[in-house]
Nanobody, 117 residues
């Protein structure tokens, strides 16, 4: 199992930007899919964005055009660039690998993103 450490969250006004980082404890070079998720209290964790080893990306409809996922296998890191943030983007953001379309590793502590109006 990988240990995943998320960082980069914070408090930002609507319209602002944040860049989240996910550092893995081991190599992600052989991992096809890495993804970002978010959770709001009282709601299920939802997927936000995925990236394949070949650079193919997919996004939740709610973030398309505003968020960009990227990865650097040499640095064992996945990023989520979040622009034009909205209050509804508020939540705790987590990263994970996908195996069989499901999150595989134990969840890290996540990073809190709070967007004020």
């Amino acid at each position: 199992q990988l240990q995943l450490v998320e960082s980069g969250g914070g408090l930002v006004q609507a319209g602002g930007s944040l860049r989240l980082s996910c550092a893995a404890s081991g190599s992600i070079a052989s991992i096809d899919l890495m993804g970002w998720y978010r959770q709001v209290p009282g709601k299920q964790r939802e997927s936000v964005a995925f990236i394949s080893n070949g650079g193919r990306t997919s996004y939740a409809d709610s973030v398309k055009g505003r968020f960009t996922i990227s990865r650097d296998n040499a640095k064992n890191t996945v990023w989520l660039q979040m622009n034009s943030l909205k209050p509804e983007d508020t939540g705790v953001y987590y990263c994970n690998r996908l195996v069989g379309s499901r999150p595989f590793d134990s969840w890290g502590q996540g990073t809190q993103v709070t967007v004020t109006s």
